[in-house]
C-alpha cells in the first residue's frame, strides 16, 4: 500500500470570528499529482501556509512524511518544494545565481548543489538563459525559472500554487509536462489552479474546497459521477415543432431539452443509449439533422455545481 | 551564507549610484576643505588706491604718505573713461582726487569738498577708506586744535591711526590637530554619510524583507533566524567597509594620521555611522518604493545638512532654525566638529553630552523602526480577516 505523504485532520484556522477552515481533512497518497481546486478565498492557499507552517493554526493536526509538521521541522522542509503563485525570484541574480540561491537554502554542499542547479536548469529548459537576468526573460520563461527554483533541490514533495498564470499554451504545456515528469520521477504534487483543464489533465486525485471546507474529493470520475449532468448531446436540426421538443423531454435520463430553432440540446443523468434513442426520435419523424455531438462533463461543470455560479471574490 | 552572499550581490547592483556620491565627494570636499581659511594669525587688507593730489601742499602729500603706508598706491591716468575702466576690472579698487585748497580748509576746519572720489558703489573696498580719510581727517583736526602746527599733525594723526594692536586668532587647547579644512571635511561627511547609505542600503533591505521572498525563504531548511543574523552580517559589513573607506578619505585629507582631539571626530563619524544605519532600518519599516527612498535620501540628507549646518556655519543660522535643528541627530554631530575646530571652546564633559545625545538619537530611531515594524505586522493580521470577510459577503 502506498505511505500517506499528506495527512491533515480537523484542520481548524481563524481570523478572528471568520473561520478560513472548518474541519479540514485530507490524505494524499505517495506519487499522487493530488489537485486542490475552489474559488477564491475557499481556504486553498491557507491550507498550503498552514501546511508549509508559515500559518498558526488553532486546532488540528499536520502530518508530512509521517512527522508532524513544526515551523522547525526542517528535516521535513527539507523534502519539501514550494513553488508559489507570484514568481519569486531576485533581479540582481542571473538565471543560474538565482537557481543556485534557493537551492543553497536546503544543499551546503557546493559539487552536489552545482549538480542539482544543472539538472533543474535542463528540466525546465533554461540552458541557453542561464546567465539572463529575470527583467530580461519573457513570462514563460520566468515561471520556468519559478518552477526551477522550487525543485532545484529534488524535493520529494512538491506543492505548486497557480503555477500557470499568465502564461502562453506552450509554455503552459511544458510546465504541465514537467510536472508529470516529476511525477514520474517519484515526487508527490500538490497542485492548485483555477484551470480546470489542466487540473482534469494532470491530477490523478482532486479535492473541491469552498468555504474552509472540502465538499468533495475523488478521481476525476469520481467527481464527474457526483453532478446531476452526465452527458451533453448537441444535434443540429432546423425548424423542429414543439412536439418533438415535448417527445425528447419525455426520454429516459433526460431532464432538460433546450431548443433555440437551430441547436438543440439535450441535457442527461446517467443512462447508456441517450444519443440513440434521441435521434430515434428524429429518424421515426423523419425530420433531418446536421451534426450531433455528444459531450461528458467537464471539471468545470462538476466545479461550479458543486461550488455555484455566484461570483467570488478575488482576494484568497 | 547564502543570504549574505545574496546581500553582497544586490548591494554591488545597487552601489553605483552610491559611488556617485562619495566620488563627487572625494572631488568636491577635499578642495573646498583645502580652500577654507587656514590663517591663525591676522593679517590687515591692503587696497590698491590712486591718489591725484590737485592741491599740492605739504598737507596733501603727508595724506598721500599715510594712504601708501597702509595701501598699495597705483598710478592712472586722471582721465574719467580710464578710471571707470580700472575700477570696473577691479584694477584699483578706489580713486581719491584731494582737491585743491585742502590744506587751507584743514586749518581753517572746514571739512566740506576735501576729496572727490571714484569707487565700486556698496563695496567694502569703500567703506573701508572712507572710515580710514574720516579717521585721519578727525585726528589732524583734533592734534591742530590741540595747537600742532599743520605738518606736525598731519604726521601725529598718521602715526596715531596707523597704530595696530598684534592680533592673534583665538584657538581651544588641542584644537590644533584639528584645521579648519579637517572640520569642514567631516561637516561634509555627515551629508555624505546620511544619503550613500540610505541610498544604498534602504533597496538591499527592502528586497530581502519583501513579503514573498521572507515567505519563499520561511519554506526552506534556513531558521528565521539566521537569515536575519546573515541580513545584519551584510548590513554590518558594508556598513564598516564604508565607514573605513570614509576615514581612509579622511586621513588623506588631513595629511597624516589623526592625533589628538581629531580621533574625537572618528568617534562622532561612528556613532553619526550608526544614526545614519537607523534611518535607513526606520524607512524600511514603512516599505516605501524605491522612488520614495530616493526622495528621501534628498529630503533628509539636504534638509538636515541646510539646517544643521552642514553648509553653513551653525553661526550664520537664524535662533529658530538652530531651535528647531536641536531635534536633528546632523545638529549635534557639527557641533561636536565645531568644538573640535575650536570655534567653541573645547570642553570634555560637553563633548560627552553632545556624543551622548548622538547615541540616544541612534538608539531611538532602532527602538521606532522595531515599533513600526511590529504595528505594521500586528495591522496587517487584523487586515486580512477583514478582507475575508469582505470576499465572502
Same mark, same amino acid.
Given at each position: 500500500?502506498?505511505?500517506?505523504?499528506?495527512?491533515?485532520?480537523?484542520?481548524?484556522?481563524?481570523?478572528?470570528?471568520?473561520?478560513?477552515? @472548518?474541519?479540514?481533512?485530507?490524505?494524499?497518497?505517495?506519487?499522487?499529482?493530488?489537485?486542490?481546486?475552489?474559488?477564491?478565498?475557499?481556504?486553498?492557499?491557507?491550507?498550503?501556509?498552514?501546511?508549509?507552517?508559515?500559518?498558526?493554526?488553532?486546532?488540528?493536526?499536520?502530518?508530512?512524511?509521517?512527522?508532524?509538521?513544526?515551523?522547525?521541522?526542517? *528535516?521535513?522542509?527539507?523534502?519539501?518544494?514550494?513553488?508559489?503563485?507570484?514568481?519569486?525570484?531576485?533581479?540582481?541574480?542571473?538565471?543560474?545565481?538565482?537557481? @543556485?540561491?534557493?537551492?543553497?537554502?536546503?544543499?551546503? @554542499?557546493?559539487?552536489?548543489?552545482?549538480?542539482?542547479?544543472?539538472?533543474? !536548469?535542463?528540466?525546465?529548459?533554461?540552458?541557453?538563459?542561464?546567465?539572463?537576468?529575470?527583467?530580461? #526573460?519573457?513570462?514563460?520563461?520566468?515561471?520556468?525559472?519559478?518552477?526551477?527554483?522550487?525543485?532545484?533541490?529534488?524535493?520529494?514533495?512538491?506543492?505548486?500554487?497557480?503555477?500557470?498564470?499568465?502564461?502562453?499554451?506552450?509554455?503552459?504545456?511544458?510546465? #504541465?509536462?514537467?510536472?508529470?515528469? #516529476?511525477?514520474?520521477?517519484?515526487?508527490?504534487?500538490?497542485?492548485?489552479?483555477?484551470?480546470?483543464?489542466?487540473?482534469?489533465?494532470?491530477?490523478?486525485?482532486?479535492?473541491?474546497?469552498?468555504?474552509?471546507?472540502?465538499?468533495?474529493?475523488?478521481?476525476?470520475?469520481?467527481?464527474?459521477?457526483?453532478?446531476?449532468?452526465?452527458?451533453?448531446?448537441?444535434?443540429?436540426?432546423?425548424?423542429?415543432?414543439?412536439?418533438?421538443?415535448?417527445?425528447?423531454?419525455?426520454?429516459?435520463?433526460?431532464?432538460?431539452?433546450?431548443?433555440? +430553432?437551430?441547436?438543440?440540446? !439535450?441535457?442527461?443523468?446517467?443512462?447508456?443509449?441517450?444519443?440513440?434513442?434521441?435521434? *430515434?426520435?428524429?429518424?421515426?419523424?423523419?425530420? +433531418?439533422?446536421?451534426?450531433?455531438?455528444?459531450?461528458?462533463?467537464?471539471?468545470?461543470?462538476?466545479?461550479?455545481?458543486?461550488?455555484?455560479?455566484?461570483?467570488? @471574490?478575488?482576494?484568497? | 551564507?547564502?543570504?549574505?552572499?545574496?546581500?553582497?550581490?544586490?548591494?554591488?547592483?545597487?552601489?553605483?549610484?552610491?559611488?556617485?556620491?562619495?566620488?563627487?565627494?572625494?572631488?568636491? =570636499?577635499?578642495?573646498?576643505?583645502?580652500?577654507?581659511?587656514?590663517?591663525?594669525?591676522?593679517?590687515?587688507?591692503?587696497?590698491?588706491?590712486?591718489?591725484?593730489?590737485?592741491?599740492?601742499?605739504?598737507? =596733501?602729500?603727508?595724506?598721500?604718505?599715510?594712504?601708501?603706508?597702509?595701501?598699495?598706491?597705483?598710478?592712472?591716468?586722471?582721465?574719467?573713461?580710464?578710471?571707470?575702466?580700472?575700477?570696473?576690472?577691479?584694477?584699483?579698487?578706489?580713486?581719491?582726487?584731494?582737491?585743491?585748497?585742502?590744506?587751507?580748509?584743514?586749518?581753517?576746519?572746514?571739512?566740506?569738498?576735501?576729496?572727490?572720489?571714484?569707487?565700486?558703489?556698496?563695496?567694502?573696498?569703500?567703506?573701508?577708506?572712507?572710515?580710514?580719510?574720516?579717521?585721519?581727517?578727525?585726528?589732524?583736526?583734533?592734534?591742530?586744535?590741540?595747537?600742532?602746527?599743520?605738518?606736525?599733525?598731519?604726521?601725529?594723526?598718521?602715526?596715531?591711526?596707523?597704530?595696530?594692536?598684534?592680533?592673534?586668532?583665538?584657538?581651544?587647547?588641542?584644537?590644533?590637530?584639528?584645521?579648519?579644512?579637517?572640520?569642514?571635511?567631516?561637516?561634509?561627511?555627515?551629508?555624505?554619510?546620511?544619503?550613500?547609505?540610505?541610498?544604498?542600503?534602504?533597496?538591499?533591505?527592502?528586497?530581502?524583507?519583501?513579503?514573498?521572498?521572507?515567505?519563499?525563504?520561511?519554506?526552506?531548511?534556513?531558521?528565521?533566524?539566521?537569515?536575519?543574523?546573515?541580513?545584519?552580517?551584510?548590513?554590518?559589513?558594508?556598513?564598516?567597509?564604508?565607514?573605513?573607506?570614509?576615514?581612509?578619505?579622511?586621513?588623506?585629507?588631513?595629511?597624516?594620521?589623526?592625533?589628538?582631539?581629531?580621533?574625537?571626530?572618528?568617534?562622532?563619524?561612528?556613532?553619526?555611522?550608526?544614526?545614519?544605519?537607523?534611518?535607513?532600518?526606520?524607512?524600511?519599516?514603512?516599505?516605501?518604493?524605491?522612488?520614495?527612498?530616493?526622495?528621501?535620501? $534628498?529630503?533628509?540628507?539636504?534638509?538636515?545638512?541646510?539646517?544643521?549646518?552642514?553648509?553653513?556655519?551653525?553661526?550664520?543660522?537664524?535662533?529658530?532654525?538652530?531651535?528647531?535643528?536641536?531635534?536633528?541627530?546632523?545638529?549635534?554631530?557639527?557641533?561636536?566638529?565645531?568644538?573640535?575646530?575650536?570655534?567653541?571652546?573645547?570642553?570634555?564633559?560637553?563633548?560627552?553630552?553632545?556624543?551622548?545625545?548622538?547615541?540616544?538619537?541612534?538608539?531611538?530611531?532602532?527602538?521606532?523602526?522595531?515599533?513600526?515594524?511590529?504595528?505594521?505586522?500586528?495591522?496587517?493580521?487584523?487586515?486580512?480577516?477583514?478582507?475575508?470577510?469582505?470576499?465572502? $459577503?
Amino acid at each position: 500500500m502506498e505511505n500517506t505523504v499528506v495527512k491533515i485532520e480537523n484542520l481548524v484556522k481563524r481570523y478572528g470570528e471568520l473561520v478560513a477552515l @472548518d474541519h479540514f481533512s485530507l490524505e494524499i497518497k505517495e506519487g499522487e499529482i493530488f489537485g486542490l481546486l475552489g474559488p477564491n478565498g475557499s481556504g486553498k492557499t491557507t491550507t498550503i501556509n498552514c501546511l508549509l507552517s508559515l500559518l498558526s493554526f488553532d486546532k488540528g493536526n499536520i502530518e508530512i512524511f509521517g512527522k508532524k509538521m513544526t515551523p522547525v521541522s526542517y *528535516d521535513i522542509k527539507k523534502d519539501i518544494g514550494i513553488i508559489m503563485q507570484n514568481v519569486v525570484v531576485s533581479d540582481e541574480l542571473t538565471v543560474r545565481e538565482n537557481i @543556485d540561491y534557493f537551492c543553497g537554502l536546503y544543499i551546503k @554542499d557546493k559539487d552536489e548543489r552545482r549538480k542539482c542547479v544543472d539538472d533543474a !536548469i535542463k528540466f525546465v529548459g533554461l540552458e541557453d538563459f542561464v546567465k539572463f537576468y529575470p527583467k530580461k #526573460l519573457s513570462g514563460g520563461l520566468l515561471r520556468r525559472l519559478n518552477i526551477a527554483c522550487g525543485i532545484a533541490h529534488k524535493p520529494k514533495l512538491i506543492i505548486l500554487d497557480e503555477p500557470t498564470v499568465a502564461v502562453d499554451p506552450q509554455s503552459r504545456n511544458r510546465i #504541465l509536462e514537467g510536472i508529470q515528469e #516529476l511525477n514520474r520521477n517519484g515526487a508527490t504534487i500538490i497542485y492548485t489552479s483555477h484551470y480546470m483543464e489542466e487540473v482534469e489533465q494532470i491530477c490523478t486525485r482532486i479535492a473541491i474546497m469552498d468555504k474552509g471546507r472540502k465538499i468533495a474529493e475523488g478521481t476525476k470520475d469520481e467527481l464527474k459521477r457526483m453532478i446531476k449532468n452526465t452527458e451533453t448531446i448537441t444535434i443540429e436540426a432546423l425548424g423542429l415543432e414543439d412536439g418533438v421538443v415535448a417527445e425528447m423531454r419525455s426520454l429516459p435520463h433526460v431532464y432538460e431539452v433546450r431548443y433555440d +430553432g437551430k441547436l438543440l440540446i !439535450i441535457l442527461c443523468s446517467g443512462g447508456k443509449h441517450n444519443l440513440i434513442r434521441a435521434l *430515434d426520435v428524429l429518424q421515426k419523424r423523419e425530420l +433531418g439533422f446536421g451534426r450531433v455531438y455528444t459531450e461528458l462533463p467537464t471539471l468545470n461543470e462538476v466545479f461550479l455545481e458543486i461550488t455555484g455560479k455566484a461570483l467570488r @471574490d478575488k482576494e484568497e | 551564507m547564502q543570504v549574505f552572499k545574496l546581500f553582497m550581490k544586490v548591494l554591488k547592483k545597487n552601489i553605483f549610484t552610491s559611488m556617485i556620491y562619495i566620488i563627487v565627494f572625494i572631488a568636491i =570636499s577635499i578642495p573646498m576643505a583645502k580652500s577654507a581659511s587656514t590663517e591663525k594669525t591676522f593679517k590687515d587688507t591692503s587696497l590698491k588706491i590712486v591718489v591725484f593730489d590737485e592741491d599740492g601742499t605739504d598737507a =596733501s602729500r603727508a595724506l598721500a604718505g599715510f594712504i601708501g603706508k597702509k595701501h598699495k598706491l597705483k598710478t592712472l591716468e586722471n582721465d574719467k573713461d580710464t578710471i571707470m575702466q580700472a575700477l570696473y576690472f577691479q584694477s584699483v579698487d578706489y580713486v581719491l582726487t584731494i582737491n585743491e585748497g585742502y590744506g587751507e580748509k584743514l586749518l581753517s576746519d572746514d571739512t566740506s569738498a576735501l576729496f572727490s572720489t571714484y569707487h565700486m558703489h556698496d563695496s567694502y573696498a569703500t567703506v573701508m577708506v572712507s572710515q580710514l580719510l574720516d579717521t585721519y581727517v578727525s585726528a589732524v583736526r583734533a592734534y591742530s586744535a590741540g595747537g600742532a602746527e599743520l605738518t606736525d599733525a598731519c604726521e601725529m594723526a598718521s602715526d596715531a591711526v596707523l597704530q595696530q594692536a598684534e592680533v592673534t586668532i583665538a584657538r581651544s587647547k588641542g584644537s590644533e590637530n584639528f584645521s579648519e579644512s579637517t572640520a569642514a571635511h567631516f561637516r561634509y561627511l555627515s551629508y555624505i554619510l546620511v544619503s550613500v547609505i540610505i541610498n544604498a542600503l534602504c533597496p538591499v533591505l527592502l528586497k530581502l524583507n519583501k513579503k514573498e521572498f521572507r515567505f519563499r525563504t520561511n519554506c526552506s531548511c534556513i531558521k528565521p533566524t539566521s537569515y536575519t543574523v546573515q541580513l545584519f552580517t551584510g548590513s554590518a559589513v558594508f556598513i564598516g567597509a564604508l565607514w573605513l573607506a570614509l576615514m581612509v578619505v579622511s586621513v588623506v585629507q588631513n595629511g597624516g594620521m589623526f592625533s589628538g582631539i581629531a580621533w574625537y571626530a572618528v568617534l562622532n563619524t561612528f556613532i553619526y555611522t550608526i544614526i545614519c544605519t537607523a534611518i535607513s532600518l526606520l524607512i524600511c519599516s514603512f516599505d516605501p518604493s524605491d522612488n520614495v527612498v530616493n526622495l528621501l535620501t $534628498q529630503i533628509i540628507g539636504l534638509g538636515s545638512s541646510f539646517l544643521c549646518g552642514v553648509f553653513i556655519p551653525q553661526s550664520m543660522l537664524g535662533s529658530g532654525v538652530l531651535a528647531a535643528a536641536k531635534f536633528l541627530p546632523a545638529y549635534w554631530y557639527v557641533k561636536v566638529v565645531e568644538m573640535l575646530s575650536g570655534a567653541e571652546v573645547f570642553d570634555g564633559s560637553k563633548l560627552a553630552v553632545y556624543l551622548l545625545i548622538e547615541a540616544g538619537f541612534a538608539a531611538a530611531l532602532l527602538m521606532m523602526s522595531l515599533v513600526v515594524n511590529r504595528i505594521r505586522y500586528t495591522s496587517a493580521a487584523i487586515k486580512l480577516p477583514t478582507l475575508r470577510k469582505e470576499a465572502q $459577503q
